[in-house]
Nanobody, 128 residues
Framework: QVQLVESGGGLVQAGGSLRLSCAAS????????MGWFRQAPGKEREFVAAISWSGGTTYYADSVKGRFTISRDNAKNTVYLQMNSLKPEDTAVYYC?????????????????????WGQGTQVTVSS
């Protein structure tokens, strides 16, 4: 059974920073790409960032490029999302997820249908 547990969310002022973590278990973590998505109230869940199984390739939504950084530590089975220069429009529940296929790459990782397991989410609120 794959489990993903996010942490690190909270309330922060605009311009501030947060670091989200997602601890994974139940799968060979180092073989799978990982992603972060977010969902604001009344909106569709949207892609934020993804990272390849090795950590060598990363993908970002245009809205977060240059502000957010995704990384992973395969020794700790953990993926991170460092969020800087936060804006009120970044307010959402953030979810981590794992690719359904090992060694996945490419823009397909920006689609939520490519992921088969999701965490419970962590709330990020950015005040203006």
């Amino acid at each position: 059974q794959v489990q993903l547990v996010e942490s690190g969310g909270g309330l922060v002022q605009a311009g501030g920073s947060l670091r989200l973590s997602c601890a994974a278990s139940g799968r060979t973590f180092s073989s799978y790409a990982m992603g972060w998505f977010r969902q604001a109230p009344g909106k569709e869940r949207e892609f934020v960032a993804a990272i390849s199984w090795s950590g060598g390739t990363t993908y970002y939504a245009d809205s977060v490029k240059g502000r957010f950084t995704i990384s992973r530590d395969n020794a700790k089975n953990t993926v991170y999302l460092q969020m800087n220069s936060l804006k009120p429009e970044d307010t959402a529940v953030y979810y981590c997820n794992t690719d359904a296929h090992p060694y996945g790459l490419g823009n397909r990782l920006q689609s939520k249908i490519q992921y088969d397991y999701w965490g419970q989410g962590t709330q990020v609120t950015v005040s203006s």
